[in-house]
C-alpha cells in the first residue's frame, strides 16, 4: 500500500473541503494512503516549503494552488518555490477559478508543472486529482 | 493746264490790301497786330487741346478734338494770310487756304451736331459726384455686408466645432459606457460561476451521501443540482457573449473544410449522443479571419442545429457552401423543430428562447454570441425556417475575405 502527502494552498475553505472529500474518494476507491496537508495563507505554505530544507520525507508528493489569494497570490508563491533549490522536481499544480489564458501560459512558464480551471463537478474533480497523484483511472 | 495755274496765283495784277486802307498807319497796324494776335491763339488753342488728348486719352477720348484742332488751326491760317495780304496781294493763295478752313469749318459744324445726342447725355460733374458718392456708399455697404458675413462665418465655425465636441465626447462617453457594461458582464459571470460550481458541487456530495432513501429529498437535491448546471452554463455564455468585446480580432488563413472538421470533432459526443448524420460538402476554401471567432459561430450554429431536433428524430445536418456574386455562402441545414418564420428576426437577441420546452438546454444566447462574432467578423447571416420541419442558416462570407475558393471541391 503506497503512501501519497498532496498539499493544498487555497483561502477557500469550501474549495478545501471539496477538494479533500473528493481525495478521501479517491484513498477509498484505491489502495493507497493519503496525507493531506492544507494552507489557507500563501505565507504560511511559503514558511513551510522554506524550512522544510533538506529533510528528505517531509516534502508533499505534489502541491496544488490556487492563484487569487490575498496578500501572498499563487504566482508569486510559484516563483518563491520554484526558487528553493530542494523544491526544483517538486510538481506544483495551479487549481484556479480563473479562465483567463494568459495567467495559465503565465504560471506555466513560471515553472507550474500544470495549470488547471477549479473543475465543474466532483467527477472532473476526481480524473484531475488521479493525474496530480498518477493513479490510474478505474475501468 | 501748268499755265493756268501759274495764272490763278500772279499777283502782279493786283494790289496789296494796304492800299485799300491809304497805306494809314494806325489802320494798317491794328489789323496786322489783330490778325498776329488771332493766328497766334489760334496755333496756341489747338496744340493746347492736341496736348490734353494725348495726355489724357481718358478723359477726352473723342477724336472730334482733332477735327476742332485742325479747324482753329485752319482758321488761324486764314488770318495769317490776311495779314500778309496787308502787303502781298497773294489773293490766289488766301483763296485756297479759306476754301480749305471752309472745309474743315464745315465738317466740324456738321459733326459737332451730329455728336450732340450723345453729348447731351453725358454726365455732368455734379451727376458724377452723386454717382460716386453712392458707389462709395455701396462700398462702404458691400464691406459691412461682407465683415458681418464673415462674423457669421466665424460663429458658425465655433458652433460646428462645439457640435462636432459634443458629438466626440457623446461617442467617447458611449464608448465608455459600453465598456464598462461589457466589464460588468465579464466580472459579474465570472464571479458567479465560483458559487454556482460549489453548488453544483455540494449538491453532488449530498446525493452521494444522502442515506436516508428518500425520493423526494433525492428528487429535491438534483433539482438543485440540475438548476445549478443551466445556471453555469447560461453565466459562461454570458461571459463568452461580454468577452467577444475583449477579444483581440486575430487574422489567419482559415481553411473552412477544415474548421468545420474541428468543430465537428468537439461536438462529437453531442452527435453520437443523438446518433446525428452530417453531410458536408464543402470544397477548399480559404478565408482570411479569426479562428475563435469562427470557431464560436460554427460551433453554436451546429450545436443548436443537433439541440434543436426532437427527441424522436435523428438529427440529419447538411453543410454545404455557395459562391455568390458577394463571396461565398456556408450553408446549415437541419431536420429540427424549426420555429415561427414570424420571429426570425427575434432569435439573434440575447435571452431570446422559442421553445420553452424543458427537454431543450438552451440558455437562449447561442445565437447572441454568433450575431455578436458575426460582426467582429463582417459577415452576415440569415436564416429560413419551417416550423416542426427544420432550419435553415446561411453565412454570407464578403468576397474581400476570401483567399481562394475552388468550386471543384479537391
Known sequence: MSNKHICIVDDDLDDIFLMSASLRRLEAASAMTLTISTFTDAEDALNFFAGSAGAPGSLPDCVCMDINMPGLDGIELLRRLREMDHLTSLPIYIVSTTIDKHTHTKAISLGATGSYVKPESMAAMQTMQRQFLGIREIE | MLEDIRFYFETNSFLAHGYCMTWRTDLIALHALSDFVIFLSYFI??????????????????????????????????????????????YGFEGVVKAGTAVVSGLTAVAS????????????????????????????????????????????????QERTRELQSKAEALERMNASLSDYAHFASHDLQEPLRKIVSFSELAIEQDTTGDAEQRLYLEKINESARR????????????????????IQDLSLRAETEATLENLELAINDRQGRIDTDIPDIMVRADPSLVAQVLQNIIGNAIKYTPADRVPEIAITTARTDQGVDYIIK?????????????????????????????????????????????????????????????????EDQIVSADASGE
Not at chain 2, 113 to 120: D, S
Not at chain 2, 231 to 250: G, K, M, P, S, Y
Request: charged share 20%; net charge neutral.
Open chain 2, 113 to 160: 451736331w451730329m455728336l450732340m445726342p450723345a453729348a447731351l447725355k453725358l454726365p455732368s460733374a455734379q451727376t458724377l459726384r452723386l454717382k460716386n458718392d453712392a458707389l462709395g456708399l455701396s462700398i462702404a455697404e458691400q464691406r459691412r455686408a461682407n465683415a458681418e458675413l464673415e462674423t457669421i462665418k466665424a460663429e458658425l465655425e465655433i458652433r460646428i
Open chain 2, 45 to 90: 488753342i489747338p496744340t493746347a487741346l492736341l496736348y490734353l488728348y494725348y495726355k489724357r486719352s481718358d478723359l477726352v477720348q473723342s477724336r472730334i478734338i482733332l477735327l476742332f484742332s485742325a479747324f482753329i488751326l485752319a482758321c488761324g491760317l486764314t488770318h495769317l494770310v490776311g495779314l500778309i495780304t496787308l502787303w502781298n496781294p497773294v
Open chain 2, 231 to 250: 445556471a453555469r452554463t447560461l453565466v459562461r455564455n454570458i461571459l463568452h457573449h461580454a468577452e467577444i468585446d475583449q477579444h483581440t480580432v486575430d
Open chain 2, 334 to 398: 437541419d431536420n429540427g423543430m424549426g420555429f415561427d418564420p414570424t420571429l426570425k428576426d427575434r432569435i439573434f437577441q440575447p435571452f431570446m428562447r422559442l421553445h420553452s420546452n424543458a427537454s431543450v438546454d438552451g440558455t437562449g444566447m447561442g445565437l447572441a454570441i454568433v450575431v455578436k462574432a458575426l460582426g467582429h467578423l463582417g459577415w452576415s447571416i440569415s436564416v429560413d425556417t419551417v416550423e416542426t420541419q427544420g432550419t435553415q442558416f446561411t453565412i454570407s462570407i464578403p
